[in-house]
């Protein structure tokens, strides 16, 4: 079975420029998560969805960051500006209900902003 | 407000000897309770996971961990320490049901020395 695949793997950009990530959970996954991992840190949620509908988006800074989960599957995470802050690594993780509550990890989106 | 504590920034341990890593929660429910691995480059792995019954449960590549309520803690052991083991190690808290986020801690760098 594959696993949550993420894409790119590695984006370098200049502040202020937008970057997009791409993340295809794994099958059958209705619950889908996007985390913030900065450096030395543990991650932290950024929005989850249940199908297409994004349930928790609390932490999602809005100004900036927007999610999406087109027919409740692939999911995209963007930032339009980045700004030096946002240099971190983005994990989506996926889930379901036989899961007992364990999170399924892609091997994350590390973006660094010059 | 949930949370968890992992005291330890940083651990080194020679090669063969015994590990203990800690971990401390505060979660207003019943703690579904998981330890991740991550190394450089790569996404968290699932080492090991509590939801009810035996408070000793034993994960993989040789990891246990106990379970103790009355000290709110869920430390991570193994008995005999491989190179291979050095990587940042996780602990999470979560409801255990399908949907809900985990929250983790900050993570603890285990280094091995030879």
């Known amino acids: 079975e594959a696993g949550v695949v993420q894409s790119p793997r590695y984006k370098i950009i200049e502040k202020k420029q937008p970057v997009a990530f791409w993340c295809n959970p794994i099958?059958?996954?209705?619950?889908l998560y996007w985390y913030l991992q900065n450096l030395g840190q543990g991650p932290e949620l950024l929005i989850r969805?249940?199908?297409?509908?994004?349930?928790?988006d609390s932490q999602l800074p809005k100004d900036r960051f927007s999610a999406e989960r087109l027919k409740g599957v692939d999911s995209t995470l963007k930032i339009q500006p980045a700004e030096l802050g946002d240099s971190a690594v983005y994990l989506c993780?996926?889930?379901?209900?036989?899961?007992?509550?364990?999170?399924?990890f892609g091997e994350g989106s590390r973006l660094t902003v010059l | 407000a949930q949370s968890v504590t992992q005291p330890d920034i940083h651990i080194t341990v020679s090669e063969g000897a015994s590990l203990e890593l800690r971990c401390n929660y505060s979660?207003?429910?019943?703690?579904?309770l998981f330890w991740y691995v991550q190394s450089p480059g790569q996404g968290l792995q699932l080492l090991l996971k509590?939801?009810?019954?035996?408070?000793l449960v034993q994960g993989i590549k040789g990891f246990e961990a106990e379970f103790k309520r009355s000290q709110s803690s869920f430390n991570l052991r193994k008995p005999s320490v491989h190179w291979s083991d050095a990587a940042e190690y996780f602990c999470?808290?979560?409801?255990?049901?399908?949907?809900?986020?985990?929250?983790f801690g900050k993570g603890t760098t285990l280094s091995v020395s030879s």
């Open positions: 999470a808290v979560g409801a255990g049901q399908a949907g809900t986020a985990l929250i």
């Open positions: 993780a996926s889930t379901s209900g036989p899961s007992g509550g364990e999170l399924f």
């Open positions: 979660y207003g429910a019943t703690p579904y």
């Open positions: 969805y249940e199908n297409e509908e994004a349930v928790d």
């Open positions: 509590y939801f009810s019954g035996d408070t």
């Open positions: 099958s059958g996954h209705n619950t």
